[in-house]
């Protein structure tokens, strides 16, 4: 697993108590953020880093140091302004990844828009889910199409470099399927199975969550 980098996450609801809590426990630094001072209280021994504030608030994104986080979770879909105001200050701090949890489609489009790198509308278990895919190596970006099928952008292993993607065969290794080979801004779905994979290659790839640790 990739626990490098470091995450905060805004909004202990069940959903984001369960990323924050599944990020801590596999050795992530997480810095977690909730306006209510009762529920920073309940989470403050299982978090080390569990900060009461207003995360709409720009002079609060400064104090926090938002600006050093690598990923940050916006886990306050019932609240948008909150979310669109977050997602923006967060976009401004230069925090090069930011997630957005959202209650309908709608919302979803709002968020995008305002700069959320992605807006997923998860079902209430699935935070945990979340955090594995954020700590597993190699994964550049996740988008969940259900509660258990996710579209993953996975960079080119060093072990693949050189071989065809008939050769790798990675429907019958981890039961995953390729839908599209990237390299720099260049998106290519007209997949050449015998096409020699290089270092410089992305694979976009539709699996079921649960086989995605076996690209870790």
């Not at 021994?45 to 002079?59: F, G, Q, R």
């Not at 200050?89 to 979803?108: D, N, Q, T, Y």
Request: aromatic letters at 4%.
């Amino acid at each position: 697993m990739s626990i490098h980098k470091t995450y905060a996450v805004f909004g202990l609801g069940r959903y984001g108590s369960a990323v924050a809590l599944e990020l801590v426990q596999s050795g992530a630094e997480v810095l977690a953020v909730d306006a209510d001072p009762d529920i920073v209280n309940a989470f403050a021994e299982k978090i080390p880093l569990c900060k009461c504030a207003d995360v709409t608030d720009p002079a609060v994104i400064r104090q926090l140091g938002i600006s050093n986080i690598d990923v940050v979770i916006i886990a306050m879909a019932q609240e948008l302004e909150a979310s669109v105001m977050a997602v923006m200050l967060c976009k401004e701090a230069g925090v090069p990844k930011v997630i957005a949890k959202c209650s309908s489609e709608m919302h979803r489009q709002i968020l995008q828009k305002v700069g959320a790198d992605m807006a997923v509308l998860p079902e209430s278990e699935s935070g945990t889910r979340m955090a594995r895919n954020l700590l597993s190596s190699g994964f550049l970006d996740i988008f969940e199409l259900s509660s258990d099928v996710a579209m993953v952008e996975v960079e080119v292993k060093d072990e693949w470099v050189g071989k065809t993607i008939r050769e790798l065969n990675l429907r019958r290794r981890f039961d995953m399927n390729i839908v599209a080979v990237c390299q720099g801004e260049n998106v290519n779905i007209s997949i050449d199975a015998e096409m020699p994979l290089g270092k410089d290659m992305r694979l976009v790839v539709i699996a079921h969550t649960d086989r995605l640790s076996r690209l870790s």
